[in-house]
């Protein structure tokens, strides 16, 4: 089993529909990453969350650490939020280093 | 300067070649990792600088061979690649190796091993 899992794997949605993509972890964490790739392989930074919600434009992230899950939610989605959204857990416990989830392809559709 | 700055974008090569990637960051992160991705996979780690010195290496082949000459620049020298080493090869930097901070991401080089 993966230490990062997410779902769905994929997800097509129109153009201004709330959208929800979960990650559920299985590891101590120092903090929980959500990453935007689009296709031409350049990963940005979304969220860096280790307790509560973060709240930037129309992307909100949560994270529950005693349920060891976090969601990312998109608000009003629109065609350019077409992307692979990753979640990665940061390790803790002496050699901190990156676990990543499979990822989530969201295609939206005009 | 906020970016990581990764060059080329593209690369092809031969099995026999030598070639170079390059990462650069002008943010004073002390933390500077390598990663490969292949097609619909997550990113894997690949090597971890701290302070210009190699602390993780995740028992990568040596035909990969790291070298960060100082603390705005990491190499990645390639030589005597394989086909199924063709990926996209993605920076990153961290203020530290914990990475408590965050990370910022190159947009990668997409290299192709014929």
């Known amino acids: 089993k993966n230490e990062v899992e997410q779902s769905p794997q994929n997800l097509t949605a129109q153009e201004g529909e709330f959208i929800t993509i979960n990650c559920s972890y299985s590891v101590g964490i120092s903090a929980l990453h959500w990453l935007q790739q689009h296709p031409g392989g350049g990963i940005v930074s979304l969220f860096m969350?280790?307790?509560g919600k973060k709240k930037h434009g129309r992307l909100i992230a949560t994270i529950n650490i005693q349920e060891k899950h976090s969601s990312l939610h998109i608000t009003a989605s629109h065609p350019r939020d077409s992307a692979v959204y990753i979640c990665?857990?940061?390790?803790?416990?002496?050699?901190?280093?990156?676990?990543f989830g499979k990822g989530t392809k969201l295609t939206v559709n005009p | 300067d906020t970016e990581v700055t990764q060059t080329p974008k593209h690369l092809v090569m031969g099995m026999t070649n030598k070639k170079s990637l390059k990462c650069e960051q002008h943010?004073?992160?002390?933390?500077m990792y390598w990663y490969k991705q292949k097609a619909k996979k997550p990113p894997e780690l690949m090597f971890v600088?701290?302070?210009?010195?190699?602390?993780i290496n995740e028992s990568v082949p040596s035909r990969f061979s790291p070298e960060c000459p100082n603390s705005s620049l990491l190499n990645l020298h390639l030589h005597a690649l394989q086909p199924e080493d063709s990926a996209l090869y993605l920076c990153?930097?961290?203020?530290?190796?914990?990475?408590?901070?965050?990370?910022?991401f190159g947009s990668g080089t997409r290299l192709t091993v014929v």
């Open positions: 943010m004073g992160h002390r933390a």
């Open positions: 969350l280790s307790s």
């Open positions: 600088y701290s302070y210009e010195k190699l602390s």
């Open positions: 990665a857990v940061l390790t803790q416990g002496g050699s901190e280093k990156l676990v």
């Open positions: 990153a930097s961290s203020r530290t190796w914990t990475g408590w901070d965050g990370y910022t």
